[in-house]
């Protein structure tokens, strides 16, 4: 079983920043594809950006620039520094795990970017 928990969710000002993170508990193995994706009221799920265990990432042409994403591997964690934020960054945000064949999504965190 495994489980992960998303925090730093919150409200931002345009051109703030806020930093999410996502710890994930359980059978987990080393080898395995951490990231984060968001959905906007209205609109489908939507990658932001992965890394794998080697520590290749890839972003979202819209947060190319403005958001960085990083992992430690010793406590599962993974990371997303968002920063310059607008309003159209405005979604909940939900982390995500890939371990062989299975994929495992948070629970979510409402991110708001607004004056």
């Known amino acids: 079983q495994v489980q992960l928990m998303e925090s730093g969710g919150g409200l931002a000002q345009p051109g703030g920043s806020l930093r999410l993170s996502c710890a994930a508990s359980?059978?987990?193995?080393?080898?395995?594809?951490m990231g984060w994706y968001r959905q906007a009221p209205g609109k489908q799920r939507e990658l932001v950006a992965v890394?794998?265990?080697?520590?290749?990432?890839t972003y979202a042409d819209p947060v190319k620039g403005r958001f960085t994403i990083s992992r430690d591997n010793a406590k599962n964690t993974v990371y997303l520094q968002m920063n310059s934020l607008k309003p159209e960054d405005t979604a909940v945000y939900f982390c995500?795990?890939?371990?062989?064949?299975?994929?495992?999504w948070g629970q979510g965190t409402q991110v708001t970017v607004s004056s």
């Open positions: 995500r795990l890939i371990v062989g064949l299975d994929g495992y």
């Open positions: 890394i794998t265990g080697g520590g290749r990432t």
């Open positions: 359980g059978s987990i193995f080393s080898i395995n594809v």
